[in-house]
């Protein structure tokens, strides 16, 4: 029986518009942040090979980031929404095409190789994984006014995280579907339960935030300190 192969697309195409600045390529632990989201599928040794998704006009740029990357195969360009994004991922993967594929956001630069093929190992008894982890936080919807009104259970209450790994012949059929009905999406695990299917949850233990707001940078350097130290 053949192993199953995994490829990986990281999300690097986005505008960072809440952060004020340039988040992808801010220096966290020395080296550009989404180097580190690179670094860790390329050590990650169920990966075979990584395609970063980015603006068009900034391929050079990133070309520089991800020298020295064996396993980063090709940087495309982005389109103008995240499935255009991922399906340009995806079509960067036409030769000797996987079978699954990892969707990774390139603003969550800790993810561990070790996080990464335990979501592999789920995809493949399961179809589809996604890390995660459990909401803690007492939840309450509120009215336009921002009144709280209504508490929200959190049983069963997950916060995704990347990456969403699933097979690469369905998330290319989602994404064409979504694309086609002109729907926006945030992530890929979305348009698979949107679809009827469902996608194992990984529990991720260690840090695995987005970052989003400068508050978030100053955390992920602390982390990265005390892992290196």
Not at 19 to 34: E, I, N, R, Y
């Amino acid at each position: 029986m053949s192993v199953p192969t995994l490829a990986a697309i990281i999300v690097a195409a986005g505008s960072s518009r809440r952060m004020g600045f340039d988040k992808l390529t801010a220096p966290l632990g020395g080296k550009p942040l989404v180097r580190h989201s690179l670094e860790a599928f390329c050590r990650t040794a169920e990966v075979s090979r990584v395609v970063l998704v980015c603006s068009a006009e900034r391929i050079g740029e990133f070309s520089e980031i991800a020298a020295g990357l064996p396993k980063v195969s090709r940087i495309v360009a982005g389109g103008v929404e995240r499935a255009h994004s991922v399906l340009e991922g995806v079509r960067a993967l036409v030769e000797d095409r996987p079978e699954f594929v990892a969707v990774h956001d390139g603003a969550r630069p800790l993810i561990t190789p070790e996080a990464i093929s335990q979501c592999f190992r789920e995809a493949i008894e399961h179809g589809a994984s996604v890390s995660a982890e459990p909401v803690t936080d007492t939840l309450h919807r509120t009215d336009a006014g921002r009144f709280a009104r209504e508490t929200v259970s959190r049983d069963n209450l997950w916060r995704m995280q990347t990456p969403q790994v699933m097979r690469t012949d369905l998330l290319e059929r989602l994404l064409k579907e979504s694309i086609s009905l002109g729907g926006a999406i945030t992530d890929e695990i979305s348009l698979l339960i949107r679809s009827g299917g469902s996608a194992r949850i990984v529990e991720n233990p260690d840090w695995n935030f987005k970052v989003t707001y400068p508050r978030d940078l100053e955390l992920a350097e602390l982390i990265l300190s005390k892992r290196n130290a």
